[in-house]
């Protein structure tokens, strides 16, 4: 939409004359995309991006949508249109808009307002969730339900630790399969390691190639869980692989990490990856044919004319030689085509997840190189993303920190910084885990019901306070709190923390 309707002269005239217009990044205001993606959801019945929605002076939605095409066709208005008669329907029924506004308001704070149940939540829960998973496992191609696939990695979590507890059921094969089929699939990046965002097919074939910092820090950790589970070394190589790419290439100077690697270089999507029979011949020479089968490479490809690599069904553990080094060989050559861009900003929930793999990855492989950028990520985010008050910020870039933390920031980092303690004893980690989980009860806990709000007490007012109780694609702010305040409450013997857990 920004190519085809914001940048257009026309259609972007026609917005400035009729509608304040503002453009959000929902990965630094998560606030604001959660709030109107749930009012889209209801207006629509389904939600995605890109989403446009129309407000009223005070916020209130009343009007929104995903996509809408710069032309009429397809069974969609055109952008144009849609905008007419949002201008039409608020200049003739404003009143009705008004009168609906405080019923809108309501329905989107509702999370927020559920009481507690009376007692704790007990085993037959968790049961129903892990029924729920099995439910809609994919038992051919790994996974959940069906295209698109998103790397699944709090489902694999909740799975693996069931398994732990109650080794009987078949936790272990839905993991295995979904981790077999993620890793061997075109959604690894099976040349220097690391995930796409999703799948666009049901096979784990076809990537959206975005590669993002949140995936890969779960993601590693899931498979080192999986080895440590259940054994198998590719499990570890993924992990390894997986965070071996993230220091690389995803690692700021300053030890912070960058959010993510765009899809698109040269204007086209999954360029920089893909291969053709030709490009195999010219790069490895004599033999590349074995390389183009061991990959998955056609002629017919599989990606506009191209292929995406991927590994056959029960490929060779460990890899032919010969395959190690035209791999090493392709890795070489590819560095040389033009590299996708770079989302450079560092968000401090997603610098989180990354210390927390780091972290726990160091110490249980002995890579003490993992341990050390914890650590360096640990002190960035404590030191760079903070505003004179001490108090932590959401976003970092070009040398400065700003916008206020949210409830994940605060969560996953007391989570990071417990497993950076238990990966060496040093008690600082310990120290700085326990003060922002004492802020983050403060300024976020909700003492009548209990849970935490995704915003703090002192933050910009929107039209709902809410919270979020998803784990996908990433832990929920609340998950991760409560699970970070029954660590703390293990490790201090406190029963405060466990109250609010």
């Known amino acids: 939409m920004e190519r085809e309707s914001f940048e257009d002269e026309v259609t972007a005239a026609y917005m400035n004359e009729h509608f304040v217009n503002v ?219 997986t965070l071996d790419w993230m220091l690389a290439e995803m690692r700021g100077p300053e030890g912070g990490f960058y959010s993510a690697i765009d899809a698109d270089s040269e204007g086209e999507e999954g360029r920089f990856y893909v291969w053709t029979p030709a490009q195999l011949e010219e790069v490895l020479g004599e033999g590349w044919e074995a390389v183009a089968e061991h990959f998955g490479v056609t002629e017919a490809g599989n990606f506009e004319g191209a292929s995406v690599l991927h590994l056959p069904e029960g490929a060779e553990e460990p890899e032919p030689e010969e395959i190690a080094a035209a791999r090493r060989s392709l890795l070489e050559a590819r560095a040389g085509r033009v590299r996708p861009g770079l989302d450079d900003k560092r968000l401090a929930a997603w610098n989180a997840l990354a210390i927390a793999a780091l972290a726990e990855a160091g110490a249980v492989l002995e890579r003490p190189d993992y341990l050390d950028a914890a650590r360096a990520c640990a002190e960035f985010v404590l030191e760079e993303m903070r505003d004179p008050d001490g108090r932590l910020l959401r976003t970092y870039n070009d040398g400065s920190a700003r916008l206020n933390a949210y409830l994940e920031d605060h969560a996953f980092l007391v989570e990071a910084l417990l497993t950076l303690y238990e990966a060496g004893f040093e008690r600082r980690w310990f120290e700085h885990a326990r003060e922002l989980a004492d802020t983050m009860i403060e300024r976020f806990g909700d003492p009548e019901r209990g849970g935490f709000f995704s915003t703090s007490s002192d933050h910009e007012a929107l039209i709902a306070r809410r919270k979020e109780a998803g784990d996908h694609p990433i832990p929920s702010g609340n998950s991760s709190a409560a699970l970070g305040l029954l660590r703390l409450a293990a490790l201090t013997g406190e029963r405060e923390y466990e109250r609010r857990a």
């Open 23 to 241: 453009k959000v990044d929902r990965e630094e205001r998560p606030d604001v995309d959660a709030i109107y993606m749930e009012a889209v959801q209801q207006i629509s019945g389904q939600g995605g991006w890109p989403m446009t929605v129309f407000l009223d002076p005070d916020g209130v939605p009343f009007f929104g949508g995903t996509y809408f095409p710069p032309d009429e066709g397809r069974g969609m208005p055109s952008f144009r249109m849609v905008m007419e008669a949002v201008v039409a329907s608020f200049t003739g029924r404003r009143d009705e808009i008004r009168e609906r506004a405080e019923a809108v308001r309501s329905r989107l704070g509702a999370v927020g307002a559920i009481e507690p149940a009376d007692a704790v939540p007990g085993a037959e829960l968790l049961e129903q969730a892990v029924g729920r998973l099995r439910q809609s496992a994919d038992p051919v191609r790994g996974g959940f339900g069906g295209a698109p696939k998103f790397p699944p990695a709090s489902a694999l979590e909740l799975l693996l630790a069931t398994h732990a507890r109650s080794p009987g059921g078949d936790q272990a094969a839905i993991v295995e399969r979904t981790l077999d089929a993620m890793m061997t699939g075109g959604i690894y990046d099976q040349l220097r390691g690391g995930f796409a965002r999703y799948s666009v097919d049901a096979g784990w074939l076809v990537p959206h190639f975005e590669k993002m910092l949140y995936d890969n820090a779960l993601l590693a950790r899931a498979y080192l869980h999986g080895w440590q589970a259940l054994g198998h070394s590719r499990y570890r190589r993924a992990c390894e692989e």
